[in-house]
């Protein structure tokens, strides 16, 4: 037999060695967690709840809505584009 005691299993029924300090089974050591999962844990109390999310998402949405209105008004009040629509409202009328 070696005088280093062993860390695999003993057998059951096996007599029992006495225990050292490096006879004893090993501690078990947690890692630390990865650094994304780390990075998502610290962004998830950052946010907090996302209870808002959807309002703000419809705010901005509203926003850009409102922008491309605008522009689209700012179009048509050219007088190029105004005669466009025209002449082709007059096709669509003489056509039927």
């Given at each position: 037999?070696?005088?280093?005691?062993?860390?695999?299993?003993?057998?059951?029924?096996?007599?029992?060695?006495?225990?050292?300090?490096?006879?004893?089974?090993?501690?078990?050591?947690?890692?630390?967690?990865?650094?994304a999962?780390?990075?998502?844990?610290?962004?998830?109390?950052?946010?907090?709840?996302?209870?808002?999310?959807?309002?703000?998402?419809?705010?901005?949405?509203?926003?850009?809505?409102?922008?491309?209105?605008?522009?689209?008004?700012?179009?048509?009040?050219?007088?190029?584009?105004?005669?466009?629509?025209?002449?082709?409202?007059?096709?669509?009328?003489?056509?039927?």
């Amino acid at each position: 037999m070696s005088s280093t005691p062993s860390l695999a299993p003993r057998p059951a029924g096996s007599a029992a060695e006495p225990e050292t300090a490096a006879g004893r089974d090993a501690d078990i050591i947690e890692f630390p967690a990865a650094p994304a999962e780390r990075a998502q844990r610290r962004w998830r109390d950052l946010a907090g709840s996302e209870a808002g999310m959807a309002t703000a998402e419809y705010a901005i949405a509203t926003l850009a809505a409102v922008a491309f209105a605008g522009l689209l008004v700012l179009i048509l009040r050219s007088g190029e584009v105004r005669g466009l629509l025209m002449n082709l409202v007059e096709l669509a009328l003489t056509a039927v």
